[in-house]
């Protein structure tokens, strides 16, 4: 046991910089693990080695929709567990707003590009690893987007329809493997991407921290959620064969009510959004 991990079980978390990562990164910490940290974010990453130690952790620049970066950085951190990884936690995501045709084609491919092509990198990348790790999992960083199609987010929510389907799919494949797959879709999660993300139609004021704050739900389905109780649904999942997990849990009732009601769920989302529409 040559590496800093010293036998210790281990996660590799994209988008670790901030968010969602980073209050995983610092709760698997504190349960005894071994943290891979990576992202685009060198700052971020640098406070999150202090707060936990880089005796515990390995940090790294990342480009997730590169893969031969993918593939560095995973030897880098192999090296420092014996080549074992027990949960890749697959998180990095970015998000464009507005009308469909106010983004432009461009953005809307980086949209895809980090969100579904940098999983499929991740995957790509970690899976030896996983293999060779006793009860290993992957998880996965979904939204409450891929309960159903939602409006001025339509590319990114199709890019975690397309998260949601890749882990159904890969939790009966891997299962030949003894590999776990899973994942989450969360509400509104107090992180950077839920006031950062561009409005491209610009038919929206941005508003101030305390506007935000005074006016995003209190209660309900979007209510805003802490990014530590993210962090706390990748610990639960890891002792689980849960296959998807919401925050909160009644953001499932989307999909229940798709399911049994598409129309009616169709007439719900154009209510939340706005009379914009007019008549059916």
Same mark, same amino acid.
């Given at each position: 046991?040559?590496? +800093? @991990?010293?036998?210790?079980?281990?996660? %590799? /978390? *994209?988008?670790?910089? =901030?968010?969602?990562?980073?209050?995983?990164?610092?709760?698997?910490?504190?349960?005894?693990?071994?943290?891979?940290?990576?992202?685009?974010?060198?700052?971020?990453?640098?406070?999150?080695?202090?707060?936990?130690?880089?005796?515990?952790?390995?940090?790294?620049?990342?480009?997730?929709?590169?893969?031969?970066?993918?593939?560095?950085?995973?030897?880098?951190?192999?090296?420092?567990?014996?080549?074992?990884?027990?949960?890749?936690?697959?998180?990095?995501?970015?998000?464009?707003?507005?009308?469909?045709?106010?983004?432009?084609?461009?953005?809307?491919?980086?949209?895809?590009?980090?969100?579904?092509?940098?999983?499929?990198?991740?995957?790509?990348?970690?899976?030896?690893?996983? +293999? @060779?790790?006793?009860?290993?999992?992957? %998880? /996965? *960083?979904?939204?409450? =987007?891929?309960?159903?199609?939602?409006?001025?987010?339509?590319?990114?929510?199709?890019?975690?329809?397309?998260?949601?389907?890749?882990?159904?799919?890969?939790?009966?494949?891997?299962?030949?493997?003894?590999?776990?797959?899973?994942?989450?879709?969360?509400?509104?999660?107090?992180?950077?991407?839920?006031?950062?993300?561009?409005?491209?139609?610009?038919?929206?004021?941005?508003?101030?921290?305390?506007?935000?704050?005074?006016?995003?739900?209190?209660?309900?389905?979007?209510?805003?959620?802490?990014?530590?109780?993210?962090?706390?649904?990748?610990?639960?999942?890891?002792?689980?064969?849960?296959?998807?997990?919401?925050?909160?849990?009644?953001?499932?009732?989307?999909?229940?009510? +798709? @399911?049994?009601?598409?129309?009616?769920?169709?007439?719900?989302?154009?209510?939340?959004?706005?009379?914009?529409?007019?008549?059916?």
């Amino acid at each position: 046991m040559a590496g +800093k @991990a010293r036998g210790r079980k281990s996660i %590799f /978390i *994209t988008g670790a910089a =901030s968010g969602m990562g980073r209050a995983t990164a610092k709760l698997f910490h504190e349960k005894g693990w071994f943290v891979g940290a990576y992202d685009v974010n060198t700052d971020g990453l640098a406070t999150l080695a202090q707060e936990i130690g880089n005796d515990n952790c390995v940090t790294g620049k990342l480009d997730v929709t590169s893969k031969p970066e993918f593939d560095a950085s995973i030897a880098a951190f192999a090296e420092e567990t014996d080549g074992k990884l027990d949960l890749l936690y697959s998180n990095a995501g970015i998000g464009e707003s507005g009308w469909f045709e106010d983004i432009p084609f461009e953005n809307a491919l980086k949209v895809i590009q980090v969100n579904l092509v940098g999983v499929l990198a991740s995957i790509y990348a970690a899976l030896p690893l996983l +293999k @060779a790790t006793k009860n290993s999992m992957v %998880f /996965i *960083t979904s939204s409450s =987007s891929a309960t159903y199609g939602m409006p001025r987010i339509a590319v990114y929510s199709a890019t975690k329809h397309a998260v949601k389907g890749l882990t159904e799919a890969l939790s009966v494949e891997f299962s030949r493997f003894g590999v776990r797959v899973a994942d989450v879709l969360p509400g509104l999660i107090d992180t950077a991407i839920l006031r950062s993300t561009p409005n491209r139609s610009g038919d929206r004021a941005k508003p101030t921290e305390d506007e935000f704050y005074a006016n995003v739900p209190k209660k309900g389905m979007m209510r805003l959620m802490p990014a530590s109780a993210v962090a706390d649904c990748v610990w639960t999942a890891y002792h689980s064969e849960k296959l998807h997990w919401y925050v909160p849990k009644e953001v499932r009732r989307i999909d229940l009510m +798709k @399911a049994l009601a598409p129309n009616f769920t169709r007439a719900q989302i154009k209510k939340m959004i706005g009379g914009v529409f007019g008549g059916e």
